[in-house]
């Protein structure tokens, strides 16, 4: 049997080689298209990759003469799972340190929100933030500046993010106060980056517990509405 192990590691170098080859296929194609590409790994689907870009999560063939941008459901389990949504939901997981948070006394869903304190109806959402507990609805804000991460909103932005308290921060500065510029270790183009990725195009996006992002404002009682009957 002494032929046993180096046949293993001959099937796993030409493996690696396989993966190698198509990974490098597809950084080829897609960077030729303008696309800066994070990340790339297997997908549930045989023969195709699960390409993380700045532009968003993509499913890309091995040879990268096709890519698909757009919900793709994992029905494995019974129910259908949209599959890019939750690798996304990962991603914003991994920010949830530097989330704005207004927490539910008696929660019964988080739901997690790109926002922008120049924004209109962003700015009557959160002026709704005690009818949205009161309901049993925690809001966790990401910084989404429309202008983008290089503007003076983005700076304003940025300086709410690194103060001691955050949220009597937030607060005034949705009201127009804005803090007197401050840096820190908090970087904004990461959250503004995820927004990208999750294809967030306005504020507020709310992410819901299922992974799907629905655009746009939705008084409390509609919110509840919504989470309710996507938890049946």
């Not at 192990?5 to 198509?22: D, E, F, G, M, Q």
Request: proline residues 6%.
């Amino acid at each position: 049997m002494s032929f046993i192990r180096p046949l293993c590691i001959a099937v796993s170098l030409l493996c690696l080689s396989h993966t190698a080859v198509a990974n490098e296929a597809i950084e080829k194609k897609l960077g030729g298209l303008g696309m800066t590409i994070n990340k790339i790994e297997d997908s549930p689907i045989k023969g195709l990759k699960t390409v993380t870009t700045e532009q968003g999560v993509m499913i890309a063939s091995e040879d990268g003469n096709y890519l698909f941008h757009g919900d793709l459901y994992d029905l494995t389990s019974g129910q259908p799972v949209n599959y890019i949504a939750k690798r996304l939901v990962g991603e914003v997981a991994k920010l949830s340190d530097q989330m704005i948070t207004y927490r539910a006394k008696n929660e019964k869903f988080a739901i997690t929100v790109f926002t922008d304190i120049t924004c209109p109806y962003c700015q009557k959402m959160h002026q709704q933030m005690n009818e949205y507990n009161d309901l049993g609805i925690t809001i966790s804000y990401l910084a989404f500046p429309r202008q983008g991460p290089l503007s003076e909103n983005a700076a304003n932005m940025q300086s709410v993010w690194c103060m001691a308290d955050k949220n009597t921060a937030f607060d005034k500065a949705d009201k127009g106060e804005i803090p007197a510029p401050a840096t820190c270790d908090f970087d904004i183009r990461d959250h503004y980056k995820l927004g990208n990725q999750m294809g967030v195009t306005g504020t507020p996006a709310i992410l819901v517990p299922s992974g799907d992002l629905v655009p746009g404002y939705l008084p409390p009682k509609e919110m509840l509405a919504m989470l309710e009957k996507q938890a049946l």
